[in-house]
């Protein structure tokens, strides 16, 4: 059967011994039958064009990511074909310079796409999200050769990146890591590890933060190396809770020999690229949030308005309509704050990195609630691998960590509020 465009999609009643979910068609988030979808409709405030942008984007979503979703996250899926089939619509390299194969989309219009494809599947999203930061890294910082060498593959997903920052011993110390660059001659020799990369051994290229100088973040800089350096290997996949369509593994280098024209920008400018890169790395992932949590929020509409307790629909209890107000009502403040963030960042505001360390916090943490509290409405039905729920409950979860955890979120926003 066709699939109508539309965000929200469930599975049920498939038997698990049949090994296989079926997709339920849902109707498009404008056309709730009390109201309720109109409310939280993502289009409201869009222009034209930012409409067509999402409506290519949740069609998207719904014809090639949400019949997939489950399998992809059982199966653990890295669904290669079907994000080079996103690349063709242009979400490889949604806000890369259109010279180099990018689209050259605002903050905004990208925020706008990831959560609307987060609705098909949020973990597949979320790795586009990580691939485009990477991209938009070497088409900003890289020099014309870099840019026209690299970025034109990654643009159209024939190549996948990774981000290389975190690692065994430095997570939200980012500025403490200890992978080093040695620099001999026209060559930088690479050694140390990478912890929770996203796509790491299944992917092309990797854009690493490592220390070519003394301590602290002046002494950083960043590498672009591809797969296949002599020296560069991967860990063991991870196993995760959710986030299961893309592979975790840790990244290797010993000895690995750099040519000094694989280098971003200068040396000591390395920790300034990932910050930077950062800041659209907290709206995406927030971006995906919004996404999951605007599926569950359909999804427990329908639920409530479809099951029986007590001889009556569960949506006739006051308590649950309450609750699935509070929900609604939270959406729409996050997509609010990630959309002011991404206006903030694409102007080049003096307050955009604060914004969106705000946004980042506050919609990855209301989100999850949002799809938490979907799941707690669904009961016993919710917490089966049969409902699309617990899917977007598990992979949102690592939101709250990654791209900075929120605990880091809270102290760059007191930071800024103490200091000025």
């Not at 056309?31 to 109109?38: F, L, M, T």
């Not at 002599?230 to 063991?236: D, I, M, Q, R, V």
């Not at 308590?319 to 206006?343: G, H, I, P, S």
Request: hydrophobic share 40%; net charge positive; glycine share 10%.
């Amino acid at each position: 059967r066709r699939l109508p465009p539309g965000p929200a999609m469930a599975w049920r009643g498939a038997p698990r011994v049949a090994a296989r979910l079926l997709p339920l068609l849902r109707r498009p988030a404008a056309a709730g039958r009390r109201g309720i979808a109109s409310c939280i409709d993502p289009s409201t405030g869009l222009t034209e064009e930012q409409k067509e942008f999402q409506k290519v984007a949740l069609d998207f979503a719904t014809r090639e990511m949400a019949p997939h979703m489950a399998e992809w996250d059982e199966k653990e899926i890295f669904p290669v074909e079907t994000m080079r089939k996103a690349a063709q619509l242009g979400f490889g390299g949604i806000y890369v310079k259109p010279d180099v194969g990018g689209s050259g989309l605002s903050r905004l219009d990208t925020s706008i796409i990831f959560e609307a494809l987060s609705t098909g599947c949020t973990s597949t999203t979320a790795y586009m999200s990580i691939h485009n930061m990477c991209v938009w890294m070497i088409d900003t910082f890289g020099n014309e050769e870099q840019r026209r060498r690299f970025c034109p593959s990654l643009c159209s997903m024939e190549k996948f990146a990774s981000y290389c920052l975190t690692e065994p011993g430095s997570g939200s110390d980012a500025a403490s890591l200890l992978t080093s660059a040695q620099r001999k001659g026209d060559t930088y020799v690479l050694n140390g590890s990478k912890a929770f990369i996203s796509g790491g051994g299944d992917t092309d290229v990797y854009v690493v933060m490592c220390r070519t100088g003394g301590p602290g973040p002046k002494g950083i800089s960043c590498l672009v190396l591809e797969k296949g350096t002599p020296g560069l290997s991967f860990g063991k996949k991870e196993k995760k809770v959710g986030w299961n369509s893309q592979p975790t593994r840790a990244v290797i280098f010993e000895d690995c020999v750099v040519p000094v024209g694989n280098r971003l920008g200068a040396e000591g400018q390395g920790f300034s690229i990932a910050m930077k890169g950062l800041n659209g790395g907290r709206i995406n992932i927030a971006s995906c949030s919004l996404g999951a949590a605007h599926a569950s929020v359909l999804l427990a509409q329908e639920h409530l308005t479809v099951r029986k307790q007590f001889g009556e629909p569960l949506a006739n209890n006051q308590y649950l309509q309450f609750r699935l107000a509070e929900m609604a009502t939270r959406l729409v403040a996050a997509r609010l704050m990630v959309r002011n963030a991404a206006r903030a960042l694409q102007e080049g505001r003096e307050d955009a990195a604060v914004l969106c360390s705000m946004a980042k916090l506050f919609a990855t943490d209301e989100c999850f609630a949002i799809c938490n509290q979907a799941l707690q409405m669904h009961g016993g039905y919710g917490y089966l691998k049969d409902y699309a729920v617990q899917q977007f409950v598990r992979d949102i979860r690592v939101h709250q960590i990654l791209e900075g955890t929120n605990e880091v979120m809270r102290m760059i926003v007191a930071r800024n509020l103490l200091q000025g």
